[in-house]
């Protein structure tokens, strides 16, 4: 009777060490091992093992708190520079549009060119060029010498040529309104159309240059120039004389 006695005594101090002992646990567990020292840790290591840490450094882990909403910064507002980086003395603040030059002459926005509306639109240029012709003369005939004399030369030599210039052009528009005519009135007979090759275009041209010549009688003092200029051009490939 005594001996199952001291057995249950025995039991109960030993259950009784057991729960002190996983109290005690408990207890050190519930403290946050960032507070602890390494010998607690080995020693808490040592009784509950790895497991036990990983889980107690898993509970003292503070929980992150969410996101918290990123403001946007406002795309117009005016640009921040820093204060490190020196600013430059010329900076754009507000963007200008680029002012691009437009030539009427090779722009489509002013529409094709057609020579024949253009010197019936603008055919009073005529008239001034000749008025501006008569008053250079009158100069010239003041001006006996010097550099003066010169320069109305000059001028009125350029004016003749534009003058000359503007006649071939005009002639050869008629004769290309000449031909133009003579295909359509062919094509209403029902004859198939022909167009002129650019070599024969300029054949006929010549022809037409060659009577006006004629008729102006020019066409002499025009063929000795022009056979001066092909000697000179012929003397050019000719092997120098040593």
């Known amino acids: 009777m005594r001996k199952m006695q001291k057995a249950g005594a025995r039991a109960k101090a030993q259950g009784s060490h057991g729960a002190v002992q996983s109290g005690s646990m408990a207890g050190d567990q519930q403290k946050d091992t960032s507070d602890m020292s ?45 204060a490190k980086v020196r600013v430059p003395f010329l900076r754009q603040v507000v963007p200008i549009s680029k ?24 055919q009073f240029l005529n008239d001034i060029r000749a008025k501006e012709k008569v008053l250079v003369k009158k100069q010239l005939k003041k001006r006996r010498s010097g550099e003066e004399r010169e320069k109305l030369q000059q001028l009125l030599r350029r004016m003749e040529q534009q003058e000359t210039a503007q006649q071939e052009r005009k002639q050869q528009q008629e004769q290309r309104l000449a031909l133009k005519q003579e295909r359509r009135a062919l094509a209403q ?22 009577k006006e010549l004629k008729r102006s009688k020019k066409l002499e003092s025009f063929l000795s120039r022009k056979r001066r200029r092909n000697a000179g051009k012929d003397r050019k490939h000719l092997p120098l004389s040593n």
């Open 189 to 210: 007979q029902g004859h198939r159309p022909y167009f002129l090759k650019k070599s024969e275009q300029r054949q006929l041209a010549l022809a037409e240059k060659f």
């Open 38 to 82: 390494f010998e607690e840790l080995l020693e808490l290591q040592s009784r509950g093992g790895p497991k036990a840490c990983k889980q107690l450094a898993g509970r003292s882990a503070p929980k992150q708190s969410p996101r918290q909403p990123v403001c946007v910064a406002d795309k117009h507002r005016p640009l921040e520079m820093s």
């Open 99 to 122: 002012k691009v030059a437009r030539d009427p002459r090779f722009d489509d926005l002013s529409g094709e060119y057609n020579p024949e509306i253009f010197d019936k639109t603008y």
